[in-house]
């Protein structure tokens, strides 16, 4: 059974970073690509960053510059280090392997003073 498990989020100040790692389990890792989202209240789920196979990144404008997105395929694990953040960037965020529809608990980020 395909299972994503996000840990990382809190409270940070504007301008502050925070890591947030993703443990996944179920699936032939390696070879999917990863990719984090996220969502506020009333909003639809947006897509944050993926990463490929051969490690190829990609990310939203609203991020880009700011997130980093990286995988450790030896431990099933996909991250996402966030510098420079915003108030916007207050979400719950998750992480998914992107041919799936499973979706993990989330974890709360919250940017504010």
């Known amino acids: 059974q395909v299972h994503f498990v996000e840990v990382g989020g809190g409270l940070v100040q504007p301008g502050g970073s925070l890591r947030l790692s993703c443990a996944a389990s179920?699936?032939?890792?390696?070879?999917?690509?990863m990719g984090w989202f996220r969502q506020t209240p009333g909003k639809t789920r947006e897509w944050v960053a993926s990463i490929f196979n051969d490690g190829r990144t990609i990310y939203a404008a609203s991020v880009k510059g700011r997130f980093t997105i990286s995988r450790d395929n030896a431990k099933n694990m996909v991250y996402l280090q966030m510098n420079e953040l915003k108030s916007e960037d207050t979400a719950v965020y998750y992480c998914?392997?992107?041919?799936?529809?499973?979706w993990g608990q989330g974890t709360q980020v919250t940017v504010s003073s």
């Open positions: 179920g699936i032939d890792f390696s070879r999917y690509p």
């Open positions: 998914k392997a992107l041919s799936t529809d499973v």
